[in-house]
């Protein structure tokens, strides 16, 4: 019976498979094709020069920023987390590992790094992990809507027609609904959850050992999820993700500004509202599908699309410089710290605290 069952999966799994490579190679593919299209347009030498010619003092400082934002997440995670077992200095690896595998992978599958790093480490239960990940994911989520809404507002509504007011108020919607999750977020999950116990009770699926044993875990996830919320922290966790995201565009546009200086522009010729949706727009790219290895490509896809939407240019200035040298600097700034910090966790010397 068992090998019957064996034998109809086979196909089943073998499609997924063919699947997968099919999914991995038209990302990559598609990856390519965009740095090849882009590259094509600049001399990599162009993008050599821009990031060994930026202005050092604003860089160091945009660098500096970076990392105190990668302290406070650390800070984030431990309040969510709340637990004597891990203390402040491992949060900050732990957040640099997983700063530097979300910057690398696509479609924002890093962040299970995080999960895998606490379990792994630290013995900290899978749901612990999910479920700090889902709150902090919500927070950022209303936080980076709201900066949007303030962009849009600023940079758009005076410029171009009212069909741009149709975005304000989708993103105003939006950021309304994110509240609301946010606020009752153990009861939506708890929502869908009922759904789905229903579903099991109704169809043969529910009775898979592998299915109830994920269904489980859900509901643990949801339940810890609802313990943060009794333990009253969220103000706390609201006023560190306001921070850290603000402090991450203004890293960007640090970077950004780094790299022009040298051409003689400054903050009075460099929009920060008009940067911010341009890095914000590669920044969702990184969540799609499409989101290339690194990134490479699409994110500087996604940030030159919306300049040029917003028709914001600077004269003897090459966005697509601009955007491979301020990119590739955020990327091995994050890869080389989440190095260092998988570097140190992996030490045999290291110890976890036993409490």
Known sequence: MDKK??????????????????????????????????LGRINISDIRDAIVGSHKPTLILALVIAFLSSILRGYRKKILIGSDRIGMGDMLLVALTRNAFNMVLPARTGELSYVYVLQRKFKLPIEIGVSTLLVVLVFDLVIVFSLIVISIVVVLINTFSGSFLAVVFVALALLAALLLVLFYLSKVIGF??????????????????????VYKKLIDINENIALIQKRKIYWKVYLSSVVIRVLKFIVYYLLILSILRPAGYGFADLSFWMIFLATVAAE??????????????????????????LGFTLTGI?????????HIIVLSFTVVLGIIAVIILSLPFYRVRNK
């Open 318 to 326: 090459d966005w697509t410089t601009v955007a491979f040298s301020y």
């Open 284 to 309: 969702i790219s990184a969540v799609l599908p499409t989101h290339a290895l690194a990134g490479l490509g699409t994110y500087e896809g996604a940030f030159l699309l919306v300049l040029g939407v």
């Open 192 to 213: 869908f959850l009922r759904i789905i116990d229903k579903i099991f009770s109704r169809y043969k699926i529910g009775r898979n050992k592998v299915v109830q044993a």
């Open 5 to 38: 069952i064996n034998d109809k999966n086979k196909p089943k799994s073998k499609k997924r498979l063919v699947i997968r490579i099919i999914n991995i190679v038209v990302v990559v593919g598609f990856g390519l094709f965009l740095v090849y299209f882009l």
